[in-house]
């Protein structure tokens, strides 16, 4: 059974860089055809889909993030990571990652983890 554990600092400040890694057990993040996504759920609001890597190592990103997101990966630590920059308090959220058939996510299907609040504040 794959498990997923998002990690990173839960206060971040504005204009500088959020990153968070999520560890995957169970599974490898190059097992076909998987894509392994980063969510996120600001207070208030449903879920955004940010980005995701594929098992190939192919990103993918929301159009409305894309110039502040970058997603990458460690196959040797089974770990991929989130980055995004010039962060402003509108990014407060709750991150997960997870395992999906499919590189868009937008409901709660496939395999999550239990999520990492972030928020952006001086």
């Known amino acids: 059974q794959v498990q997923l554990q998002e990690s990173g600092p839960g206060l971040v400040k504005p204009s500088q860089t959020l990153s968070l890694t999520c560890t995957v057990s169970?599974?490898?993040?190059?097992?076909?055809?998987?894509?392994w996504t980063w969510i996120r759920q600001s207070p208030g609001k449903g879920l955004e889909w940010m980005g995701a890597?594929?098992?190939?190592?192919?990103?993918y990103y929301s159009p409305s993030l894309k110039s502040r997101i970058s997603i990458s990966r460690d196959t040797s630590k089974n770990q991929f990571f989130l980055q995004l920059s010039s962060v402003t308090p509108e990014d407060t959220a709750v991150y997960y990652c997870?395992?999906?058939?499919?590189?868009?996510?937008?409901?709660?299907?496939?395999?999550w983890g239990q999520g990492t609040q972030v928020t952006v504040s001086s």
């Open positions: 169970g599974d490898s993040i190059t097992t076909k055809y998987y894509y």
């Open positions: 997870a395992r999906d058939l499919k590189a868009v996510v937008t409901t709660r299907t496939g395999s």
């Open positions: 890597i594929a098992y190939s190592g192919n990103t």
